[in-house]
């Protein structure tokens, strides 16, 4: 089990950059392929970032990729995520997550631990 908490979230305007930070705790952080997601309000979790435990493959949602960049530092235990060119269709609740399971990067049930969640809210 490991434990994740996510910080960096925050109000930002649109075209403007954030990054987020997940910390992991307990198992070694290299364990796990970990992964990003979001949920805004009424709307299903959606995948937006996830990489590989080597760190050598990165995978993007396609409403993310080519503005938000995934990154991982197994000395410090946290995964990054870059989030630039920012819109007001990118606020949510981010998440990061662990994955456990076999399965598609993209599926959340693959995941096992979860983070508490950081809001992320950009204005128009």
């Known amino acids: 089990q490991v434990q994740l908490v996510e910080s960096g979230g925050g109000l930002v305007q649109a075209g403007g950059s954030l990054r987020l930070s997940c910390a992991a705790s307990?198992?070694?952080?290299?364990?796990?392929?970990m992964g990003w997601f979001r949920q805004a309000p009424g709307k299903e979790r959606e995948f937006v970032a996830a990489?590989?435990?080597?760190?050598?493959?990165?995978y993007y949602g396609d409403s993310v990729k080519g503005r938000f960049t995934i990154s991982g530092d197994n000395a410090k235990n946290t995964v990054y995520l870059q989030m630039n060119s920012l819109k007001p269709e990118d606020t949510a609740v981010y998440y990061c997550?662990?994955?456990?399971?076999?399965?598609?990067?993209?599926?959340?049930?693959?995941?096992?631990?979860w983070g508490q969640g950081t809001q992320v809210t950009v204005s128009s």
């Open positions: 990489i590989s435990r080597s760190g050598g493959s990165t």
């Open positions: 307990g198992r070694t952080f290299s364990s796990y392929a």
């Open positions: 997550a662990a994955k456990y399971y076999s399965g598609n990067y993209l599926n959340q049930y693959a995941y096992g631990d």
